[in-house]
């Protein structure tokens, strides 16, 4: 599911808010009439969403219910990784664009085992993890609009073995600041890129966080 690269629509907000009011009250309600009630929230928040993206409310409802328990936003890691001065990017297969390596981290992952096993699934390389450079809300750095609220949490990384290849990616490469290609925008932004090399250039500087 996508949407233009623009401002963040009101209508999604409050979607995602509605539905993380009716995932929390499923997870706590005991009365069946609060469990219908509830129910009935996350589908007008999934119908909002369908109709604001021109989706399918089955879609949005599927997407939904790969979350339970007490509302929360999603967490994405991203690995910083330099060498001789140049930034680590994959290439996605899904849009062709450039991105830091990472993803979601798993139930059970410390932050820095999840951004260790995506370099390695995404890049080849070994890794390890050295420092936090940035925890930022993903709605505040001009991201397409996504359905799920999520942080992403940059952390710079050493590399300490292995080679570049992967089948999850199309392609691996280091990258100088004024070489860096089109990048796959719902992962990274420009200005995020930017930062990652103020912090290679200054690497007291203390983490970001919004």
């Not at 623009?6 to 929390?24: C, G, V, Y």
């Not at 009630?37 to 119908?47: F, S, V």
């Not at 369908?50 to 339970?68: E, K, M, Y």
């Not at 990384?157 to 796959?184: K, M, N, R, W, Y």
Request: aromatic share 10%; proline share 6%.
């Amino acid at each position: 599911m996508t949407w233009d690269h623009s401002m963040e629509p009101n209508w999604l907000d409050w979607a995602r808010k509605l539905n993380a009011l009716a995932q929390t009250g499923l997870t706590f309600a005991e009365n069946p009439y609060d469990i219908e009630r509830y129910t009935t929230i996350r589908t007008i928040a999934a119908e909002m969403i369908a109709h604001g993206s021109g989706g399918d409310t089955s879609r949005v409802l599927d997407l939904f219910a790969c979350d339970a328990g007490y509302a929360t936003p999603k967490v994405d890691v991203r690995g910083v990784l330099f060498q001789d001065g140049k930034l680590l990017l994959v290439q996605e297969r899904s849009d062709g664009m450039w991105t830091l390596p990472g993803g979601w981290a798993d139930v059970g992952d410390s932050p820095a085992d999840a951004v260790v096993r995506e370099i390695r699934e995404e890049s080849g390389y070994e890794s390890r993890a050295t420092k936090l450079l940035a925890l930022l809300d993903r709605n505040r750095h001009d991201h397409p609009p996504h359905v799920n609220h999520i942080y992403k949490v940059f952390i710079r990384c050493e590399i300490i073995g292995g080679s570049p290849t992967s089948h999850e990616i199309q392609g691996v490469s280091f990258f100088a600041e004024d070489q860096i290609p089109e990048l796959s925008l719902t992962r990274n932004v420009p200005a995020q890129i930017a930062r990652m090399f103020e912090h290679y250039r200054h690497p007291d500087l203390p983490a970001d966080f919004d």
